[in-house]
């Protein structure tokens, strides 16, 4: 309880601020909408089943394109620490692919993929992969020499070593990686609805902005960061089962 009451009394006195200030006049109602004027644009999106199938179809390309990302960078990064050939090989591609702006790289897929769910999951598996690959490659390189001499002196062998200390060893940054990788991927997710609006939060986000209907964009926006809080708890979640020996401040 205590922590909710740290994590929600900073949001909650700015919009008690922006309620009063809209009431006293101190703000451009039609820029800087009131929260009361925003809860009731809200229930009417909700109501309507609007904002749960632009959530929705925001949230299937996140986690399609995060789910074949991960899994692919998770597999480069272990291959690229563990084998010195790999490494040399697809390092200068991943470190060439994270400089380049991830967006920029989406006319591309659009040429092979055609504009199309598509063409968008990719670029958010590509955006997913480097950042996982990079993050499993580091973990690699971090398991401590004296931990695999340690197991191998007490008889472990390769599958054992595998599991009993790499996989144990990594799986700290990996979570951290993939907690990265996931807010990643609903920035591209909502990044190319802004770009090909169709469905999505982005495509909300645009039309509010075309159409000027400003309370129908701070909801989009809203609804996006507490999806973002959604994904990164679950997350969290899931790292704590997995990972039950990590500790932190608070928990």
């Known amino acids: 309880m205590k922590r909710i009451a740290w994590a929600l009394w900073l949001p909650c006195a700015v919009l008690l601020a922006w309620q009063i200030g809209s009431a006293a006049g101190w703000a451009n109602r039609a820029l800087f909408p009131p929260p009361s004027e925003l809860a009731r644009a809200a229930a009417r999106m909700i109501a309507s089943g609007e904002l749960a199938a632009n959530a929705g179809a925001t949230l299937l390309r996140t986690v399609a394109g995060f789910s074949l990302g991960s899994a692919a960078g998770l597999m480069l990064g272990l291959s690229m620490g563990g084998f010195p050939g790999v490494r040399r090989t697809f390092d200068p591609v991943v470190s060439a692919l ?14 092979f993929l055609g504009i199309t769910d598509s063409a968008r999951i990719a670029i958010i598996a590509l955006s997913s992969m480097i950042t996982v690959a990079i993050a499993a490659f580091e973990a690699v390189g971090n398991i401590h020499p004296a ?19 790499y996989l144990p060893g990594c799986l700290p940054q ?14 591209m997710a909502v990044s190319t609805e802004l770009v090909l ?5 982005g ?3 645009w039309l509010a902005w075309q159409t000027f209907s400003t309370d129908r964009l701070y909801v989009a926006i809203a609804f996006t960061g507490l999806l973002g809080v959604g994904q990164d708890w679950a997350l969290k979640r899931a790292e704590r089962r997995c990972i039950p020996w990590k500790v932190r401040d608070g928990d």
């Open 174 to 187: 990996l979570f951290t990686g993939l907690r990265l990788a996931l807010g990643h991927a609903l920035v």
């Open 147 to 165: 931990w695999v001499q340690l197991a191998v002196n007490y008889g472990a062998r390769r599958w054992n070593l595998a599991t009993a200390v």
């Open 197 to 201: 609006p169709s469905t999505g939060l």
């Open 203 to 205: 495509s909300m986000i």
């Open 98 to 111: 994270n400089a380049t702006p991830r967006l920029s790289l989406l006319p591309l897929l659009l040429l």
